[in-house]
Structures are given as C-alpha cells and as structure tokens.
T-cell receptor, first 112, second 115 residues
C-alpha cells in the first residue's frame, strides 16, 4: 500500500534559519507528491507538489524535489519567518487511487 | 470561488451522544472526500463520494459512522453513538476530477471532542 513517513517531533527554529523537513514514502504505483500546510485555525492548504521524478515543486520560498531513487520529497526553505509557523504534512496519491496518504505532520515553530 | 466549508468548527459531546458534521464542497466539484486526524497520528482517509454515490468507503472505521451526500451537493458525516476514540479533527475535501492529476481543496476541519 501507500504510506508516508515524516521525521519525528516538532521543529523549533529561529527566524531566518534554514528549514528541512524530511519525508520518505512507499507507493504501489507511480505517486504524485504533495506538501500541505495547516496554519493555526485554518484548513489544509496545498503548499507545493511534484508529479514525476526529478520535478521540483516550489511556492512561498519552499522547495521540494521528487527523488525516485531515494523515495523522498524533503521540504526546504532557506530563511524562515515567524509567519511560517504551522503544521506541515507530506502526502501522496497514485493514479487510479483517489485517496491521499499523509504523513503524521510536523509542527514548525519559528521564534523571532 | 467559495472554498470548502465545514461546520461546526468545534463540537464537544458526551460519549454515547450523536454528532453530525457537515461539509459544503466547492460548487461543481463532483468528488468529495472525508478524512480524519486523530491526535498525533496521520490524517486518514475515510471515504470518497462521486456526486451522490459512495465510490470508496473502505476507510470508515466502523458502522457507527454514516456518511451521506443527498443530491450530490453537501455531505454529512454522522457518528452515532460517539466513543472517546472518535475524537479528532475531521477534514472534508473536494475536487473537480478524481485522482492524482487534480487538486484537492480542503476545508478548515471540524474538531470533535468526545468526553
């Protein structure tokens, strides 16, 4: 089946620090990969996506590259802001299967 | 366009009571999905509607959960009777098409607490 693994635990960092959140996956079939973000009090929002190997998704300064050889889709941002504080979820879906498989999510707290 | 709307945003009920959650998808989106996040765990798929038909309900945890989508517009998810382990955040999403090539728009979720 499909599954997504995110690194354990919350992430706390200072403003302007570099952020990396690891995401690895297993999939039956060829997956499309997503990062969703949930800001406090809001719903899940699509942050970025990649639909084939070596694609790079990017949005709001965040980037993630679809690495088929390592089955990974790590999220990075070079300089975080306080407004980036949120919960980040890695997810995938495979063609012919409409259900998204999510990781557990990582709470990111950026302190000024 | 208006987004996916869910209500209530929060609900606190006692064990054994009934709760009904509602989701209004984006107008024209035939596909509607329910997901649930129990605290500290993954967001799990519950079921998928295409218009008024249940396309996939394999994620529904047990027969205390009943989802409907009469007329292919809004959907309700009823939990009867509620148990403590039903606590969590229930998300609804809709999409124009199904599958990996289409975007899913999520609602803000309903936080359900069973005490």
């Amino acid at each position: 089946g499909n599954s997504v693994t995110q690194m354990e635990g919350p992430v706390t960092l200072s403003e302007e620090a570099f952020l990396t959140i690891n995401c690895t996956y297993t999939a039956t079939g060829y997956p499309s990969l997503f990062w969703y973000v949930q800001y406090p009090g809001e719903g899940l929002q699509l942050l970025l996506k990649a639909t084939k190997a070596d694609d790079k998704g990017s949005n709001k300064g965040f980037e993630a590259t679809y690495r088929k050889e390592t089955t990974s889709f790590h999220l990075e941002k070079g300089s975080v802001q306080v407004s980036d504080s949120a919960v980040y979820f890695c997810a995938l879906v495979t063609w012919g299967n409409n259900r998204l498989a999510f990781g557990k999510g990582n709470q990111v707290v950026v302190i000024p | 366009e208006a987004g996916v709307t869910q209500f209530p945003s929060h609900s606190v009920i006692e064990k054994g009571q009934t709760v009904t959650l509602r989701c209004d998808p984006i107008s024209g989106h035939d596909n509607l999905y329910w997901y649930r996040r129990v605290m500290g765990k993954e967001i799990k798929f519950l079921l998928h509607f295409v218009k008024e038909s249940k396309q996939d309900e394999s994620g529904m945890p047990n027969n205390r959960f009943l989802a409907e989508r009469t007329g292919g517009t809004y959907s309700t998810l009823k939990v009867q009777p509620a148990e403590l382990e039903d606590s969590g955040v229930y998300f609804c999403a809709s999409s124009h098409g199904g599958g990996a090539g289409y975007g899913y728009t999520f609602g803000s979720g309903t936080r359900l607490t069973v005490v």
